[in-house]
């Protein structure tokens, strides 16, 4: 067997191994050069159109402002007037637990009122005052409410009976005492009505010439409240045969 030299094996080696990156370089740069630009859309093109960025301000975005909805103010309601005020009703039967007269206006000069209890009243002295049956109610004053006009007796003791007008305003269904005036002794009192703020009153008298017993006129009387008096106005007579 021919034996190489040992230089030629080794310049063999050194062209085998120069071959042998020259190819492995070759294919480098072979494949270098295949790979070209992509022609198809690139990975930020398609994030970019996906999720476009937003355009930037220059302050925080205001809040959306709600117009508040116009109030139409609610209808008032339909008013009605108010109704007068009801007054309560005086009757004669409240009279028997009246008080009759006051300290300004005393009657038979008794110092403060007299109170009646069932229609009477008896005092120390052995006075008799009664409550007598004629009776008018209506308004005197002018206030709308309806008063009474009653007519009481007192006895004293004697023979003589007498006779007085009283008048008490109503207040709240309340007799008020308010005023009186005297008929004088033994005069019976028949009839009592009111209207139109006056008070006509039927009463029995007698001429000047006759006795105390002797009664002879039926006398028709209208009375107007003044002050803490009853006011005779007017009266006629006519002539009365018991």
């Given at each position: 067997m021919r034996r190489i030299p040992s230089s030629?094996?080794?310049?063999?080696?050194?062209?085998?191994l120069t071959a042998a990156c020259g190819g492995e370089q070759g294919g480098t740069d072979e494949a270098a050069s295949?790979?070209?630009?992509?022609?198809g859309p690139s990975t930020a093109s398609v994030l970019s159109q996906v999720s476009p960025e937003a355009t930037p301000t220059s302050g925080a975005p205001s809040p959306e402002v709600k117009k508040a909805a116009p109030t139409t103010p609610p209808a008032a309601a339909p008013t009605t007037a108010a109704a007068a005020p009801v007054k309560a009703p005086l009757t004669c039967a409240h009279?028997?637990?009246?008080?009759?007269?006051?300290?300004?206006?005393?009657?038979?000069?008794?110092?403060?009122y007299l109170p009646l209890a069932g229609g009477q009243w008896s005092g120390e002295d052995g006075a008799t005052v009664t409550l007598q049956k004629p009776c008018g109610i209506g308004d005197l004053d002018g206030d709308g409410a309806e008063d009474a006009v009653g007519a009481v007796a007192i006895k004293t003791g004697g023979s003589g009976t007498f006779y007085t007008?009283?008048?008490?305003?109503?207040?709240?269904?309340?007799?008020?005492?308010?005023?009186?005036t005297d008929l004088g002794d033994r005069t019976p009192v028949v009839s009592i009505s009111?209207?139109?703020r006056k008070a006509?009153?039927?009463?029995?008298?007698?001429?000047p010439s006759r006795g105390m017993a002797e009664l002879d006129i039926k006398?028709?009387?209208?009375?107007?409240?003044?002050?803490?008096?009853?006011a005779e106005v007017s009266h006629t007579d006519a002539p009365y045969n018991p």
């Open positions: 030629l094996a080794t310049l063999t080696m050194v062209c085998l295949t790979v070209g630009p992509s022609t009279l028997a637990e009246a008080r009759l007269g006051s300290s300004k206006t005393p009657y038979n000069g008794y110092p403060d007008l009283a008048a008490w305003r109503n207040s709240g269904g309340l007799p008020v005492f308010r005023a009186l009111v209207a139109g006509t009153v039927v009463w029995l008298t007698r001429s006398r028709t009387s209208v009375y107007k409240l003044s002050g803490s008096t009853l």
